[in-house]
């Protein structure tokens, strides 16, 4: 899976932009205290429990950074981790170690921490048959791989860009003039530009399905700040002709309602934008 990504110039680009970020001219540092022509070997360690992810992009830096090194997983992405497990060793020059280092523990915590929060979640809803949905609620330029951390947590990726599916919101509806105007001018629109993309509309009110309900021609209904109750309603009312999904306010505490309303996906920003990264540490091995 992670491979695919390495093949994206998106994601290449974003490691070269980090390499010059943090190095610039050179890791003055090590260059200046530390012999280069001795052989060393560093390991990352666990600091608190969770799910673990970027080793292979780990992997991946520590080899832009110097071919010699020699890069030895103990785990794969996607794996529960428990504080003092050890995740990889890395062998070789001690100057390109410690040049890697925070790359390496900046991406992995990060995207360990969004895996983690992805597992916790998707684990609150195995009883159901609803799936939690990430959203583009990402940080610029690492939405790919922190997308990338919700799949190995469990949880699933909703559209990746603008690109990839048709999601009518609020203010396309209030935009475009109402819901029948917004789904028949979208209509058009994949038509006269041979488009084959699912379309996905949202509702703020019973009413408002409704309406959705009376146009057709969609693939999901989004139920957005409906309490589970207005979901429950709204299901029974759409009775398996589309899709839906709520969203909106809902948290750890309140998801497990939400599921047993019957919807059949639940979106979560908080699964990337308030995600709390996982504490790892890079040591030298003596």
């Not at 684990?123 to 799936?131: F, N, S």
């Not at 309603?233 to 002709?241: M, P, Q, R, S, T």
């Amino acid at each position: 899976m992670f491979k695919q990504l390495l093949c994206n110039p998106d994601i290449l680009e974003l490691i070269d932009i980090a390499i010059r970020e943090d190095i610039g001219d050179g890791d003055h540092t090590s260059l200046a205290c530390i012999d280069n022509d001795i052989i060393k070997e560093a390991y990352c360690i666990a600091k608190q429990d969770g799910v673990i992810a970027g080793i292979e992009l780990a992997s991946f830096i520590f080899n832009k950074i110097d071919t010699k090194l020699i890069f030895n997983p103990h785990l794969t992405d996607g794996d529960s981790i428990k504080s003092g497990d050890i995740i990889f060793h890395v062998k070789g020059s001690p100057q390109s170690i410690l040049t890697a280092e925070r790359l390496v523990l900046n991406f992995m915590q990060r995207l360990s921490g969004i895996a983690t929060q992805s597992k916790e979640i998707s684990t609150l809803l195995a009883p159901y048959h609803t799936k939690v949905l990430d959203t583009r609620k990402t940080t610029p330029g690492l939405r790919l791989l922190e997308k990338y951390a919700v799949k190995l947590g469990g949880s699933e990726n909703h559209r990746i860009g603008l690109y990839d599916m048709i999601m009518i919101k609020d203010n396309h509806i209030d935009f475009a003039g109402g819901i029948s105007e917004a789904i028949s001018r979208t209509k058009a629109y994949l038509t006269k530009n041979n488009l084959e993309l699912k379309i996905e509309i949202e509702t703020r009110s019973i009413d408002e399905v409704k309406q959705v309900l009376a146009i057709g021609g969609i693939h999901r209904i989004m139920l957005d700040n409906f309490v589970p109750e207005m979901i429950a309603e709204a299901v029974k009312l759409i009775d398996g002709k589309y899709e839906t999904e709520a969203s909106g306010g809902i948290t750890r505490e309140t998801i497990t309602q939400f599921a047993q309303a019957g919807v059949d996906y639940i979106s979560v920003g908080a699964l990337t934008h308030s995600s709390k990264s996982i504490d790892l540490s890079l040591r030298v091995s003596m």
